[in-house]
């Protein structure tokens, strides 16, 4: 009997428990967000979506190589030496055109971690959240502002540079080779030592 006294008052006690906390509410303000019509502001340092300032992107590929899932794709071209880039807001000079920067959020994992190792700061995350897409190929964000016919021209004319720079360093190796060819030619040959007479005599 005195086991269902205390089992009974339990249950009653985790039941008012339970109601006083429901009741207090109902005499709190409501904060409920009507959303869409209300946004919530997300809190400082809260990880969203990434976002790429390109005119500070030195091209260096660090935030690629941090990236644990490899959501990030980078293609650089080394300008060519007609070409100034100019420098970042950071002061860094600017040597790679960039032919490619893809951010791939469906693959995202939200670490942050590529932000870090920036050099320039020009990867970072940026308070939005309202990117959903039916398609995920719509997820992956192009950062790159060359045009298709601006990359091929960039990529011509640097192969092009490089492949000059080849000829000009195979010039330079031929010529190298062949003035020491010529030094060793020119060279005076040591004189044989001649046999002493007295010891062909004994032979």
């Not at 429901?22 to 990880?47: D, M």
């Not at 790429?52 to 959501?71: E, K, T």
């Not at 490089?162 to 000829?167: F, G, I, M, P, R």
Request: overall charge neutral; glycine content about 4%; some cysteine.
């Amino acid at each position: 009997m005195t086991t269902v006294i205390r089992e009974g008052w339990t249950t009653l006690k985790s039941i008012f428990t339970g109601m006083g906390v429901t009741i207090r509410h109902f005499f709190k303000p409501a904060v409920t967000e009507l959303y869409p019509e209300e946004k919530v502001e997300l809190p400082k340092g809260a990880r969203a979506k990434l976002y790429v300032n390109i005119d500070d992107c030195i091209g260096c590929n660090l935030c690629a190589r941090a990236c644990p899932v490899n959501c990030i794709d980078i293609e650089t071209v080394l300008a060519t030496s007609d070409v100034d880039l100019g420098k970042t807001s950071t002061g860094n000079p600017k040597r790679f055109w960039l032919t490619q920067f893809d951010i791939d959020m469906a693959k995202c994992m939200y670490c942050d971690l590529c932000t870090f190792p920036c050099p320039t700061d020009c990867i970072y995350m940026v308070p939005e959240y309202e990117y959903s897409e039916f398609d995920r190929t719509n997820l992956i964000y192009h950062f790159s502002d060359l045009t298709p016919e601006k990359v091929d021209e960039v990529k011509e004319k640097a192969e092009k540079e490089a492949e000059e720079k080849k000829k000009e360093r195979e010039r330079k190796m031929k010529e190298k080779k062949a003035k020491a060819k010529d030094k060793a030619k020119s060279k005076p040959k040591p004189k044989s030592k001649q046999p002493d007479n007295k010891e062909d005599e004994e032979s």
